[in-house]
DNA sequence: TACCGACCTGAAGCTACTTTAGGTCAAGCG
DNA sequence: CGCTTGACCTAAAGTAGCTTCAGGTCGGTA
Protein backbone atom coordinates (compact mmCIF):
# COMPACT_ATOMS: atom_id res chain seq x y z
CA UNK A 1 0.00 0.00 0.00
CA UNK A 2 1.02 3.61 -0.59
CA UNK A 3 1.62 6.26 2.26
CA UNK A 4 -1.28 8.13 0.46
CA UNK A 5 -3.38 5.06 0.98
CA UNK A 6 -2.76 4.74 4.70
CA UNK A 7 -3.05 8.42 5.15
CA UNK A 8 -6.34 7.97 3.84
CA UNK A 9 -7.25 4.62 5.95
CA UNK A 10 -6.12 5.93 9.31
CA UNK A 11 -6.92 9.83 9.16
CA UNK A 12 -3.13 10.39 9.73
CA UNK A 13 -1.31 13.44 7.32
CA UNK A 14 1.40 11.88 5.21
CA UNK A 15 3.82 13.86 6.80
CA UNK A 16 2.64 12.64 10.49
CA UNK A 17 3.16 9.50 9.70
CA UNK A 18 6.73 9.95 8.50
CA UNK A 19 7.46 11.87 11.71
CA UNK A 20 5.89 8.81 13.03
CA UNK A 21 8.21 6.14 11.88
CA UNK A 22 11.21 8.60 12.37
CA UNK A 23 10.00 8.38 15.88
CA UNK A 24 10.27 4.92 15.95
CA UNK A 25 6.52 4.30 16.60
CA UNK A 26 6.79 1.87 13.29
CA UNK A 27 9.85 1.05 12.01
CA UNK A 28 8.78 -1.97 10.58
CA UNK A 29 7.78 -0.41 7.17
CA UNK A 30 9.26 -1.90 4.56
CA UNK A 31 10.74 -0.15 1.60
CA UNK A 32 10.48 -0.88 -1.92
CA UNK A 33 13.28 -0.84 -4.57
CA UNK A 34 12.63 2.17 -5.41
CA UNK A 35 12.84 3.49 -1.90
CA UNK A 36 9.35 4.65 -1.21
CA UNK A 37 7.60 3.24 2.03
CA UNK A 38 5.36 -0.19 1.39
CA UNK A 39 2.87 -0.64 3.67
CA UNK A 40 1.16 -4.15 4.44
CA UNK A 41 -2.59 -4.50 6.46
CA UNK A 42 -1.12 -5.04 9.35
CA UNK A 43 0.75 -2.03 9.14
CA UNK A 44 -2.05 0.24 8.50
CA UNK A 45 -4.25 -1.51 10.87
CA UNK A 46 -1.32 -0.37 13.54
CA UNK A 47 -1.20 3.57 12.18
CA UNK A 48 -4.64 3.29 13.04
CA UNK A 49 -4.38 2.00 16.73
CA UNK A 50 -1.80 4.74 16.75
CA UNK A 51 -3.92 7.13 15.42
CA UNK A 52 -7.13 6.56 17.62
CA UNK A 53 -4.37 6.43 21.27
CA UNK A 54 -3.09 10.04 20.10
CA UNK A 55 -6.26 11.50 19.15
CA UNK A 56 -7.47 10.35 22.43
CA UNK A 57 -4.59 11.94 24.30
CA UNK A 58 -1.50 9.40 24.92
CA UNK A 59 1.95 11.08 24.04
CA UNK A 60 4.24 9.95 21.85
CA UNK A 61 6.61 8.42 24.88
CA UNK A 62 4.07 6.08 25.52
CA UNK A 63 3.06 5.30 22.30
CA UNK A 64 6.91 4.52 21.26
CA UNK A 65 7.14 2.40 24.70
CA UNK A 66 3.80 0.04 23.71
CA UNK A 67 5.35 -0.28 19.76
CA UNK A 68 8.25 -1.76 21.57
CA UNK A 69 6.16 -3.87 23.29
CA UNK A 70 4.43 -4.58 19.95
CA UNK A 71 7.72 -5.31 17.90
CA UNK A 72 8.52 -7.84 20.22
CA UNK A 73 5.34 -9.91 19.67
CA UNK A 74 2.91 -11.86 21.46
CA UNK A 75 5.00 -12.64 25.04
CA UNK A 76 4.36 -9.39 25.85
CA UNK A 77 1.13 -9.16 25.46
CA UNK A 78 0.35 -8.89 29.18
CA UNK A 79 2.17 -5.49 29.03
CA UNK A 80 0.32 -4.32 25.71
CA UNK A 81 -3.10 -4.98 27.84
CA UNK A 82 -1.34 -3.61 30.64
CA UNK A 83 -0.68 -0.50 28.96
CA UNK A 84 -3.95 0.27 26.53
CA UNK A 85 -5.64 -0.40 30.31
CA UNK A 86 -4.19 2.75 31.47
CA UNK A 87 -4.94 4.21 28.39
CA UNK A 88 -8.74 3.52 29.08
CA UNK A 89 -8.58 5.01 32.52
CA UNK A 90 -7.39 8.20 30.44
CA UNK A 91 -10.22 7.99 28.04
CA UNK A 92 -12.91 7.97 30.96
CA UNK A 93 -11.10 10.82 32.66
CA UNK A 94 -11.02 12.96 29.06
CA UNK A 95 -14.98 11.79 28.96
CA UNK A 96 -15.33 13.26 32.71
CA UNK A 97 -13.59 16.12 31.54
CA UNK A 98 -15.65 16.96 28.17
CA UNK A 99 -18.93 16.40 30.18
CA UNK A 100 -18.12 18.97 32.62
CA UNK A 101 -16.87 21.33 30.09
CA UNK A 102 -20.33 21.09 28.20
CA UNK A 103 -22.21 21.93 31.46
CA UNK A 104 -20.39 25.20 31.60
CA UNK A 105 -20.69 25.70 27.94
CA UNK A 106 -24.55 25.35 27.98
CA UNK A 107 -25.05 27.31 31.06
CA UNK A 108 -23.32 30.41 29.36
CA UNK A 109 -24.96 29.86 26.56
CA UNK A 110 -28.04 29.93 28.93
CA UNK A 111 -26.89 32.94 30.07
CA UNK A 112 -26.69 34.60 26.51
CA UNK A 113 -29.67 33.86 25.54
CA UNK A 114 -31.43 35.42 28.68
CA UNK A 115 -29.48 38.45 28.20
CA UNK A 116 -30.84 38.76 24.48
CA UNK A 117 -34.17 37.78 25.57
CA UNK A 118 -34.12 41.07 27.85
CA UNK A 119 -32.03 42.77 25.23
CA UNK A 120 -35.02 42.50 22.62
CA UNK B 1 -7.17 37.21 44.71
CA UNK B 2 -3.66 35.98 44.23
CA UNK B 3 -2.88 33.72 41.34
CA UNK B 4 -1.73 31.00 43.17
CA UNK B 5 -5.63 31.08 44.29
CA UNK B 6 -6.69 31.06 40.69
CA UNK B 7 -4.94 29.00 39.46
CA UNK B 8 -6.28 26.31 42.04
CA UNK B 9 -9.86 27.49 41.01
CA UNK B 10 -9.41 27.21 37.15
CA UNK B 11 -7.15 24.43 36.82
CA UNK B 12 -4.19 26.07 34.97
CA UNK B 13 -1.09 26.58 36.25
CA UNK B 14 0.93 29.82 36.99
CA UNK B 15 2.48 30.19 34.05
CA UNK B 16 -0.35 29.44 31.91
CA UNK B 17 -2.09 31.80 33.58
CA UNK B 18 0.62 34.48 32.90
CA UNK B 19 1.50 33.05 28.83
CA UNK B 20 -2.55 33.99 28.65
CA UNK B 21 -2.17 37.59 29.51
CA UNK B 22 0.63 38.11 27.96
CA UNK B 23 -1.01 36.40 24.90
CA UNK B 24 -3.95 38.91 25.53
CA UNK B 25 -6.49 36.49 26.86
CA UNK B 26 -7.46 38.68 30.04
CA UNK B 27 -5.63 42.29 29.49
CA UNK B 28 -7.96 43.84 31.95
CA UNK B 29 -5.95 42.36 35.30
CA UNK B 30 -5.16 44.40 37.68
CA UNK B 31 -1.84 44.94 39.29
CA UNK B 32 -1.28 45.98 43.27
CA UNK B 33 0.88 48.93 43.59
CA UNK B 34 3.62 45.91 44.42
CA UNK B 35 3.54 44.68 40.74
CA UNK B 36 1.55 41.66 41.60
CA UNK B 37 -1.65 40.80 39.24
CA UNK B 38 -4.94 41.05 41.61
CA UNK B 39 -7.58 38.92 40.50
CA UNK B 40 -11.59 39.71 40.78
CA UNK B 41 -14.09 37.02 41.14
CA UNK B 42 -14.90 37.90 37.29
CA UNK B 43 -11.48 36.92 36.23
CA UNK B 44 -11.36 33.71 38.05
CA UNK B 45 -14.99 32.81 36.19
CA UNK B 46 -13.40 34.36 33.07
CA UNK B 47 -10.07 32.24 33.08
CA UNK B 48 -12.45 28.89 34.13
CA UNK B 49 -14.49 29.55 31.24
CA UNK B 50 -11.42 30.10 28.83
CA UNK B 51 -9.66 26.62 30.47
CA UNK B 52 -12.71 25.13 29.68
CA UNK B 53 -12.79 26.47 26.24
CA UNK B 54 -9.37 25.35 25.99
CA UNK B 55 -9.21 21.65 27.23
CA UNK B 56 -12.21 21.14 24.45
CA UNK B 57 -10.15 22.28 22.03
CA UNK B 58 -10.70 25.92 21.21
CA UNK B 59 -7.32 27.27 19.38
CA UNK B 60 -5.50 30.35 21.33
CA UNK B 61 -6.18 32.19 17.91
CA UNK B 62 -10.27 32.14 18.99
CA UNK B 63 -10.03 32.97 22.63
CA UNK B 64 -7.80 35.96 21.83
CA UNK B 65 -11.32 36.71 19.21
CA UNK B 66 -13.67 35.74 22.13
CA UNK B 67 -11.54 38.27 24.92
CA UNK B 68 -12.26 40.81 22.68
CA UNK B 69 -15.55 40.43 22.02
CA UNK B 70 -16.28 39.97 25.79
CA UNK B 71 -14.33 43.09 26.72
CA UNK B 72 -16.14 45.00 24.43
CA UNK B 73 -19.55 44.17 26.61
CA UNK B 74 -23.05 43.69 26.66
CA UNK B 75 -23.52 44.90 22.56
CA UNK B 76 -21.56 41.99 21.19
CA UNK B 77 -23.68 39.01 23.30
CA UNK B 78 -24.51 38.00 19.88
CA UNK B 79 -21.24 37.39 18.60
CA UNK B 80 -20.38 35.94 21.57
CA UNK B 81 -23.22 33.26 21.55
CA UNK B 82 -22.64 32.44 18.07
CA UNK B 83 -18.56 31.41 18.99
CA UNK B 84 -19.54 29.40 21.88
CA UNK B 85 -22.11 27.93 19.69
CA UNK B 86 -19.41 27.23 17.01
CA UNK B 87 -17.21 25.23 19.81
CA UNK B 88 -20.21 23.45 21.17
CA UNK B 89 -20.40 21.91 17.71
CA UNK B 90 -16.69 21.03 17.78
CA UNK B 91 -17.35 19.98 21.33
CA UNK B 92 -19.78 16.85 19.43
CA UNK B 93 -17.14 16.70 17.22
CA UNK B 94 -14.62 15.40 20.35
CA UNK B 95 -17.59 13.11 21.77
CA UNK B 96 -18.26 11.15 18.24
CA UNK B 97 -14.37 10.95 18.31
CA UNK B 98 -14.14 9.84 21.49
CA UNK B 99 -16.89 7.20 21.39
CA UNK B 100 -15.03 5.62 18.19
CA UNK B 101 -11.47 5.33 20.08
CA UNK B 102 -13.11 3.67 22.86
CA UNK B 103 -14.80 0.91 20.41
CA UNK B 104 -11.41 0.49 18.71
CA UNK B 105 -9.48 0.61 22.35
CA UNK B 106 -11.70 -2.31 23.68
CA UNK B 107 -11.97 -4.39 20.67
CA UNK B 108 -8.14 -4.46 20.80
CA UNK B 109 -8.51 -5.39 24.78
CA UNK B 110 -10.67 -7.72 24.18
CA UNK B 111 -8.62 -9.75 21.92
CA UNK B 112 -5.78 -9.55 24.48
CA UNK B 113 -7.83 -10.78 26.65
CA UNK B 114 -8.35 -13.73 24.34
CA UNK B 115 -5.13 -14.59 23.22
CA UNK B 116 -3.92 -14.51 27.00
CA UNK B 117 -6.63 -17.02 27.50
CA UNK B 118 -5.19 -19.05 24.11
CA UNK B 119 -2.03 -19.01 25.75
CA UNK B 120 -2.78 -19.79 29.57
C1' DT C 1 12.15 15.49 -24.44
C1' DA C 2 9.88 17.93 -21.25
C1' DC C 3 6.76 17.99 -17.76
C1' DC C 4 3.73 16.12 -14.11
C1' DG C 5 2.51 13.90 -9.86
C1' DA C 6 3.77 11.07 -6.08
C1' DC C 7 7.18 9.99 -3.43
C1' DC C 8 11.72 11.11 -0.72
C1' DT C 9 14.88 13.93 2.89
C1' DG C 10 16.46 17.35 6.25
C1' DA C 11 15.57 21.56 8.23
C1' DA C 12 12.94 25.36 9.61
C1' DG C 13 8.52 27.01 11.40
C1' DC C 14 4.48 26.86 14.40
C1' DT C 15 1.34 26.33 18.63
C1' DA C 16 0.80 26.05 23.27
C1' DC C 17 2.97 25.62 26.96
C1' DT C 18 6.82 24.64 30.68
C1' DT C 19 11.18 25.44 32.60
C1' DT C 20 14.99 28.17 33.88
C1' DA C 21 17.64 32.03 35.44
C1' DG C 22 17.67 35.91 37.85
C1' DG C 23 15.34 39.62 40.58
C1' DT C 24 11.91 42.13 44.12
C1' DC C 25 9.64 42.31 48.32
C1' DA C 26 7.27 41.31 52.85
C1' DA C 27 7.22 38.22 56.84
C1' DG C 28 9.34 35.59 60.35
C1' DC C 29 13.33 34.23 63.09
C1' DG C 30 17.77 34.10 65.87
C1' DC D 1 19.56 43.92 62.65
C1' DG D 2 20.73 40.80 59.22
C1' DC D 3 19.27 36.45 57.05
C1' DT D 4 16.38 33.25 55.11
C1' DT D 5 12.07 31.75 53.07
C1' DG D 6 8.30 31.94 50.05
C1' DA D 7 5.34 33.98 46.77
C1' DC D 8 5.45 36.72 43.26
C1' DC D 9 7.70 39.01 38.90
C1' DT D 10 10.15 39.02 33.87
C1' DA D 11 12.43 37.55 29.70
C1' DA D 12 14.25 33.86 27.36
C1' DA D 13 15.14 29.22 26.27
C1' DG D 14 13.35 24.56 25.94
C1' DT D 15 9.76 20.96 24.65
C1' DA D 16 6.01 18.21 22.24
C1' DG D 17 3.87 17.26 18.25
C1' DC D 18 3.25 18.37 14.15
C1' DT D 19 3.33 21.11 9.40
C1' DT D 20 5.59 23.45 5.86
C1' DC D 21 9.33 24.29 2.83
C1' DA D 22 13.21 23.68 -0.24
C1' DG D 23 15.27 20.74 -3.05
C1' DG D 24 15.81 16.03 -5.23
C1' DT D 25 14.47 11.26 -7.49
C1' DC D 26 11.52 8.54 -9.97
C1' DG D 27 7.96 6.49 -13.58
C1' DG D 28 4.54 7.69 -16.78
C1' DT D 29 2.45 10.57 -20.34
C1' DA D 30 1.78 14.54 -24.19
Do not use: N
Amino acid sequence: MRISEVAERCGLSISTIRFYEKSGLCPFVQRGADGKRKFSKADSDWLELLASLRSTGMPLEEMRAFAELYASGDDKIAERKAALLAHRRRLDDRQTELDRCRVILDRKLQRYAEIMEDQA
